[in-house]
């Protein structure tokens, strides 16, 4: 069984910065990527930035891209989101993914994701 624990949310004013956690308990051979997803109230979950686990490419949607760094670390069994330039809009319950599935377009599909997290809320204040 996979677990995933996020931790590093909070409270944070338009402008600054947090680290998210995500530490991994085992990572089998059918896991090819970490993602991050976030989910605000009423809205959809949303797929914000992912990695690959064996050559740690990156990849990011638009509303992030520049001011959000994924990246992995302790033989790929933490991976961090650093959250940068922080805004309003930023605010939501952040999820840590995992799956067999990479690149850009599967962040649109959360279904794509086998393991899950229980995740770690960030509000960002005006």
């Known amino acids: 069984q996979v677990q995933l624990v996020e931790s590093g949310g909070g409270s944070v004013q338009a402008g600054g910065s947090l680290r998210l956690s995500c530490a991994v308990s085992r990572s089998p051979d059918n896991i090819n990527c970490m993602v991050w997803f976030r989910q605000a109230p009423g809205k959809e979950r949303e797929g914000v930035a992912g990695?690959?686990?064996?050559?740690?490419?990156?990849y990011y949607s638009d509303s992030v891209k520049g001011r959000f760094t994924i990246s992995q670390a302790n033989a790929k069994t933490t991976v961090y989101l650093q959250m940068n330039s922080l805004k309003p809009e930023d605010s939501a319950m952040y999820y840590c993914a995992a799956g067999p599935w990479c690149g850009l377009p599967t962040l649109k599909t959360p279904s794509n994701y086998n393991y899950w997290g229980q995740g770690t809320q960030v509000t960002v204040s005006s």
């Open positions: 990695i690959y686990k064996y050559d740690g490419r990156t």
